[in-house]
């Protein structure tokens, strides 16, 4: 099983490739050393992952020609934007003929997309922002998988189900050898090509020992890695690149600093910032963005959200809704509605057309069964997978009744795939943002004086 097409290299400068599938021209970085022109190589987020050999290529790319072809159809008839809009308010009607010639939008015309409530008006703001997903960034959907590797957190976040707050979870840390076990088994079984590594923060595993089992992954798989554990800091985060990972999820959780301290306690949101911006300088690739539904929480705090989230320029913006767990602080905060949700994924997207991917979180589908075909339906053109191993998947308990926590790694692959079939999504990735340079060319080399291992 696969979840890339394989690309083609075109062009090469530096350490940026230009890379082409079926006509389809993408940009990537990579590291790998002699690189040629006319390699074969799988891409995800923008990043080389391996090379492949010319003829297993080929027979790959012709197992996809048709069906990609076919994909592309019908991601064309459904993101058609009709001109019909005699139900839309005149000033709000300006407003998306402005985002459809991609003219700036100003922030207050951003807030009145965000502000929208009639029916017909959100329709067409959906389609607006899918129009866009698919005119910038054709049918290509991203899938990563994320594995859960430790619930011991140390933090105290008025909204976290594994925080300190929740004194009955059971709390569990896989050991170096089930990590290595978990990646086996979603890179060499299901063919992930990039994986998302989280966990709380975790006091009593050391970031050296991460680092070693990063370094380690590395040496086995041809893989994409994100680390997602929290505040590690920026030596930790140098440390954690040095040793082979090349992406950071981390959501800065809301742009108000007064909102963050408060569901935060202890933190402030300029150390969060801080460290954000230290990973993109690196050169991770970043996925960020925040919580909907805070209680407090304004349009215009949602607003300066998706601006903070793109002045990162990131490879992947990530909001989703708060879903209140029964055992923290905010257990009786009421969850953002759908549409809410939606329509924040919607101007994102119209805010930043062009390079950036957008997520449809677990948390969007925990809230609403459907909500990946509506987030896929509204800019978004990301989806993440769980493979966390089943026995402790269930105590990863952000908040209660996790999407995909009890589901078998290949019945989340046969819904996941049935549902971009039906959308005409082709389960590749490749582009990147073209402003950005890796700032360290293999893992061992150190750029700020931490001792490699
Ligand atoms: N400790 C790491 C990652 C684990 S939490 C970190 O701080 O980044 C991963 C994400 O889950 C958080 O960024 C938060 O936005 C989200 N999350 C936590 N509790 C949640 C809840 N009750 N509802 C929705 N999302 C939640």
Not at 99 to 105: R, S, T
Request: net charge negative.
């Amino acid at each position: 099983m696969c979840y890339a097409i394989p690309g083609k290299i075109i062009a090469i400068e530096g350490r940026r490739v230009t890379l082409e599938y079926f006509g389809e021209k993408r940009e990537a970085i990579h590291e790998l050393p002699a690189l040629a022109l006319g390699d074969y190589v799988y891409a995800q987020g923008g990043w080389v992952i391996d090379r492949i050999d010319p003829a297993e290529a080929a027979s790959i790319l012709e197992f996809w020609r048709e069906q990609f072809f076919q994909l592309q159809a019908t991601d064309l008839r459904l993101s058609r934007l009709s001109s019909e809009k005699s139900e839309i308010d005149r000033h709000v009607a300006v407003v998306f003929d402005r985002a459809i010639e991609e003219l700036p939008l100003r922030d207050e015309e951003l807030l009145t997309l965000l502000e929208l409530k009639s029916g017909h008006e959100l329709d067409y703001l959906y389609k607006v922002a899918n129009f866009l997903r698919y005119k910038h960034q054709g049918n290509s959907c991203c899938i990563h998988g994320i594995i859960e590797f430790s619930s011991h957190c140390s933090g105290s976040c008025l909204y976290c189900g594994i925080s300190t707050w929740n004194r009955e979870l059971p709390r569990y840390r896989l050991t170096r050898e089930e990590i290595l076990e978990a990646v086996r088994e979603a890179v060499e079984i299901w063919g992930f090509k990039a994986l998302v590594l989280q966990s709380g923060e975790d006091p009593d595993r050391p970031i050296d020992e991460l680092a070693a089992i990063i370094t380690e992954i590395r040496a086995r798989w041809p893989l994409l890695i994100f680390i997602s554990c929290g505040e590690v800091g920026i030596p930790g985060l140098q440390r954690l690149f040095n040793a082979g990972a090349r992406g950071l999820l981390m959501r800065f959780e809301t742009s108000n600093p007064e909102l963050y301290a408060r569901i935060r306690p202890g933190r402030i949101l300029e150390n969060r910032m801080e460290q954000l911006r230290a990973a993109r300088d690196m050169g991770y690739l970043l996925i960020t963005g925040g919580l909907i539904g805070i209680p407090g929480q304004t349009s215009r705090d949602l607003l300066n959200d998706i601006l903070l989230a793109r002045s990162l320029r990131p490879d992947m913006y990530s909001f989703g809704p708060l879903i209140p767990h029964p055992a923290t602080p905010l257990a009786k905060a009421v969850s953002p509605s759908s549409a809410e949700v939606r329509k924040v994924l919607a101007v994102c997207r119209i805010a930043d057309p062009r390079e950036s991917r957008l997520v449809v979180t677990t948390a969007f589908e925990t809230l609403d069964e459907t909500a990946r075909e509506q987030g896929l339906t509204s800019g978004a053109n990301s989806v993440m997978m769980n493979v966390t191993p089943d026995a402790v998947r269930p105590s990863y308990e952000l908040y209660p009744d996790r999407a995909h926590a009890r589901e078998s790694i290949s019945g989340q692959i046969d819904v996941t795939l049935n549902l971009l079939g039906r959308l005409g999504r082709a389960p590749t990735d490749l582009g990147t943002r073209d402003s950005r340079i890796l700032g360290s060319s293999v893992p061992e080399s150190s750029t700020n004086g931490i001792p490699d291992q």
